[in-house]
């Protein structure tokens, strides 16, 4: 048995980032950039007002207060998307909007809640800073400056960027293609009724949608039987993706033949008893210079193999270098036994409690057991040589579920 860190070394060392693609920046959301973007124009490009107010000279407003004003001749209206008609001189002061340019020889703009105007004159009340309310040309970026970094991931911010700086569309890595075959004679279609001694085809759909989640694209190419023929045929569709999954007959059963087909597509399989709990069997290759993983066929087991190996390789193709679960510290509400030897993976329900997170190891842990996997939200892991842990204990917690970040009632 090797362990999980060497399993997922040796993955990771053939792995490489597809290539690029040019997409609007909407279809770039969560995806890598694979260039520098850089700023034609700063931002802001000119200068403009943070208020509604009036643009002046701040030595006009010195010793301004309600009850002794500052009178200055109002010479014109400036909404945004206008450019100043004329400077400010001693005396004067401009109407100006909320993002309009600052007219020149301006200083400052005071907030229309602390002027009054009557008849082409503007009584300030208060004193203003220079500066104030100004805000300047470039003040968030200059020209020529990089604003996001190759290999950055593309979030709604990034997005704000890219139109800031006028790039609709963006180089990007491409998108994984990943085929995903089932095995077994047991398996039917899931809209079938099963005939005893049947199973609906789960796995296929478990690793379709976790492909998905990883931001890959999966294209389901449906049940293989039990033998070198048919897994062969399917095998070889699987091929036109960019990386290869399969699951079940990677065991040592009689009918195991996934090893044997995938080894005869390819020339370097290998084929691994993981220590790891669950998710023991596992079957990795390079085909052609495609990734192929043949996973367990237990559900949890090809679910749990999937997030350690599949995941991190699917990011790595898809540019991303940040490519490993988070662990966070829980404190344990109850005792954890496990035997040792394997990394165990528990599936657990991890809350934030009133001083820090907390994490409750859930019942019913067998690797076929999915209404688990449905309450879970996080894997408590237990180190290969650990034989578990206390209640009270902090211990090492991988949520798997984005929906963690969402409560049943605001979080301040
Ligand atoms: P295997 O590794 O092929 O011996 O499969 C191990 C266990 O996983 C058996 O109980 C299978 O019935 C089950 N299994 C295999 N493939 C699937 C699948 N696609 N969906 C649900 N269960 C599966
Ligand atoms: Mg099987």
Redesign the pocket.
């Known amino acids: 048995m090797i362990s999980v860190e060497s399993a997922l070394d040796t993955i990771l060392k053939e792995i490489k980032p597809l290539g690029l693609e040019s997409v609007d920046i909407i279809t770039a959301l969560g995806r890598t950039i694979g260039e520098d973007i850089s700023a034609l124009r700063p931002n802001p490009p000119w200068d403009n007002s943070a208020m509604d107010g009036y643009a002046l000279i701040d030595a006009d407003a010195k010793g301004a207060t309600d009850a002794n004003p500052v009178k200055l001749k109002v010479i014109y209206d400036l909404p945004a998307g206008q450019v100043p008609k004329g400077p400010v001189k001693k005396g004067e002061a401009v109407r100006i909007m909320t993002g309009a340019p600052v007219p020149e020889g301006a200083t400052a703009v005071i907030m229309v809640e602390k002027t009054s105007s009557d008849d082409g004159v503007v009584a300030i009340r208060s004193e203003v800073k220079p500066g104030e309310n100004i805000r300047k040309s470039g003040e968030d970026f200059k020209a020529g400056e990089v604003v996001i970094k190759k290999g950055s991931l593309v979030r709604p911010a990034e997005v704000s960027m890219l139109a800031t700086v006028g790039v609709p569309f963006v180089l990007v890595h491409k998108r994984p293609r990943v085929a995903v075959v ?3 004679d ?2 039917c279609e899931i809209n079938e009724v099963p005939p005893k001694g049947k ?9 379709a949608a976790l492909v998905a989640a990883s931001g890959a694209e999966a294209m389901q190419l449906g ?1 293989a039987r ?1 033998t070198k023929e048919s897994l062969r045929e399917k095998l070889k569709a699987a091929m036109a993706a960019d990386c290869i999954i399969s ?5 040592v ?1 009689d ?2 033949f ?1 090893k044997d087909v995938l080894k005869e597509l390819g020339s370097e399989m290998i084929f691994w008893k993981v220590a790891m709990k669950p998710g023991k ?1 596992l079957a990795f290759g390079m085909i052609g210079g495609k990734p192929a993983f043949g996973l ?4 949890i ?2 679910m749990v193999a999937f997030e350690q190996f599949v995941r991190p390789a699917l990011l790595k193709m898809s540019g991303r270098k940040n490519i490993f679960s988070s662990a966070f510290r829980a404190r344990l509400t109850k005792d954890l036994k496990v035997k040792p030897g394997r990394m165990n993976f528990i599936r657990a329900e991890l809350a934030s409690g009133d001083s820090g997170f907390i994490v409750t190891p859930l019942d019913g842990q067998g ?2 057991v999915i209404s688990t996997m449905v309450r879970a939200n996080s894997f408590i892991i237990v180190p290969q040589d650990s034989s578990g842990f206390k209640k009270d204990d902090l211990v090492k917690v991988q949520p798997f579920d984005p929906s963690i970040l969402l409560k049943d009632e605001p979080g301040y």
């Open positions: 089932s095995t077994g047991e398996l199973i609906l085809n789960s796995n296929g759909y478990a690793i049940i039990d699951s079940g007959g990677v065991s059963g009918y195991d996934v069997p367990p066929g237990n559900p087991s090809s690797s076929g």
